[in-house]
């Protein structure tokens, strides 16, 4: 009779200890994955974390270049982010016809900025400055960035701007990591012309010059999910997640501009 006692009572105590070490709520379908540029990353990263904990979800996000992660996202996304519009549209192609179109929302902007040396040793206080003889540039030429130069130079319909501009552009890359890491190679580029989130994640590489209002773009990071994440309930919140007010202070933290309260 003790010893029947004693057996289940055992039994009893391995099961409380094994439940002990499994989370509640946890189950295999609470990840969440979650691909995009790099641009976005660091404030989408911080929005997945505090949503996980929030939830006790397990979320997966990864960044970089398309190439990257596209083939495993074509198996398992539940959601994509953008860093422009027309990336999105590449991402919609990219992903074939996995993203459910119907759920893409542009969420927050971000302006263009010129990054330059600590301490701004060139005295550049606008885009106009970037004209003068000898200044060396590092601009992007893809990565949400595609025409971005382009776009501010000829602002105005005149083709001597866009000639000035062109012939002080020393790097192009492909990419905005890439261009980070020739920013930190090469000492003697004095411009890098980028959005200013890329500042904001990185302050010790470079200050920041604020563009005059007549030379800014912006672009935004947009958010969709695929059609295995619309049927999942998690997915959906996190979708509306990065989109409410909570979202938007995390976006705002990193430099994304956020919609003013009417």
């Known amino acids: 009779m003790y010893k029947k006692i004693f057996y289940i009572v055992l039994a009893l105590i391995v099961c409380l200890n ?3 070490m499994v989370p509640l709520h946890v189950s295999a379908e609470d990840v ?3 691909y995009g540029p790099g641009g976005p990353y660091p404030a989408m990263k911080e929005a997945g974390e ?3 904990k929030k939830l006790n979800v397990k979320m997966e996000v990864a960044a970089g270049p398309t190439n990257q992660w596209v083939e495993k996202a074509r198996k398992d996304a539940d959601i994509i982010y ?3 519009e027309y ?3 590449d991402f919609i192609f990219a992903m074939e016809g996995r993203i459910d179109e119907t759920t893409v929302t542009p969420l927050y902007l971000r302006p263009s900025s010129i990054l ?3 301490g701004n040793p060139k005295k550049i206080k606008d885009f106009p400055d970037l004209f003068r003889p000898g200044m060396k540039i590092l601009v992007v030429n893809g990565s949400g960035q595609a025409g971005l130069w382009e776009d501010i130079a000829g602002k105005d319909g005149d083709i001597e701007t866009v000639k000035k501009f062109r012939k002080n552009i ?3 890359a492909p990419n905005s990591a890439l261009a980070k890491k020739l920013w930190a190679e090469n000492k003697d580029i004095d411009v890098w012309l980028i959005w200013n989130i890329w500042q904001i994640a990185n302050p010790d590489l470079a200050d920041l010059v604020p563009m005059s209002k007549k030379y800014v773009r912006y672009r935004d990071c947009g958010i969709a999910l695929t059609k295995q994440g619309k049927d999942k309930e998690l997915a959906k919140k996190f979708y509306d997640f990065v989109q409410s007010e909570d979202g938007g202070r995390i976006f705002a933290k990193w430099g ?4 003013k309260k009417k």
């Open 170 to 172: 020393v790097a192009y």
């Open 256 to 259: 994304w501009i956020t919609p």
């Open 82 to 84: 953008s860093g422009a």
């Open 50 to 52: 505090i949503f996980g």
């Open 18 to 20: 094994i439940t002990a």
């Open 116 to 118: 330059v040396r600590p």
């Open 32 to 34: 969440l994955y979650v």
């Open 87 to 89: 990336m999105m549209t």
